[in-house]
């Protein structure tokens, strides 16, 4: 079985250099032909899928969209509010240099990197809280992130992946998952520290933009491999 990992194509925000979370934006020009690019090379190098997952998050929705629209748009999709990307508290939507303005750049900074460290909580009132959104309307407000660390958003994943994701993998199916950098990269962190065989280079891993595991009946790593645009055949 494989778990194929894909990023999300750039989003208007991540071209406005904006701090996205749970914001919602569409892709870019740009970033459809990314994603398009991402099911060539799949289609390619003959890497098959039987169910896609991706979050609630508009730009992994239309990634999805794109990755699938050509070769198979049959194929069924899961989406999932808990593989969002990290909540930014009371960043969400701001521009970097703003946020850095008002935090700080070494504070700013240590937010993003630090993964016990979570920005300040979004106040219950304000139209970003989720919780104003049609799409979590069916959520409990209690599951529902006013902020979050690097460390909540591991542990939001992760249950996911565990409880749901696994499951199809050790029924035989070989799974796809396009959503945003910090859960691919928490995916492949996680997958990494439970190969029993020889460890990729991590921070390698996140740079590329398909990854695939190959697991065995368990959901245990086999083996990884990576494929990018040079992977492409053209006829």
């Known amino acids: ?128 809280n989720p919780v104003f959104d049609m799409r979590y309307f069916g959520v409990s407000k209690k599951c529902l992130p006013l902020s979050e660390s690097l460390e909540n958003l591991s542990d939001r994943i992760l249950a996911y992946y565990k409880s749901i994701i696994s499951s199809y993998i050790r029924n035989g199916s070989n799974v796809l998952l396009v959503l945003h950098k910090k859960p691919i990269a928490t995916i492949i962190s996680y997958m990494e520290s439970i190969s029993a065989g020889k460890k990729s280079d991590v921070e390698t891993l996140f740079n590329e933009p398909v990854v695939i595991y190959e697991l065995n009946k368990n959901a245990d790593v086999k083996g990884c491999m990576t494929l990018s645009a040079s992977d492409i055949v053209y006829t």
């Open 1 to 128: 079985m494989r778990l194929i990992l894909v990023k999300s194509g750039e989003s208007l925000l991540d071209r406005q250099k904006k701090i996205a979370g749970w914001c919602d934006s569409g892709l870019t020009i740009s970033g459809v032909e990314e994603v398009r690019k991402y099911a060539e090379i799949l289609n390619s190098s003959g890497v098959n899928y039987d169910i896609v997952f991706t979050s609630y998050l508009r730009s992994d929705l239309e990634s999805a969209f794109y990755i699938q629209e050509k070769y198979c748009p049959w194929i069924p999709q899961i989406k999932a509010w808990q593989l969002n990307d990290r909540h930014f508290g009371i960043f969400e939507g701001l521009a970097r240099s703003e946020a850095e303005r008002k935090y700080g750049k070494a504070r700013f900074k240590e937010l993003e990197e630090n993964t016990a460290s979570a920005p300040p909580v979004l106040p219950e009132y304000d139209f970003r």
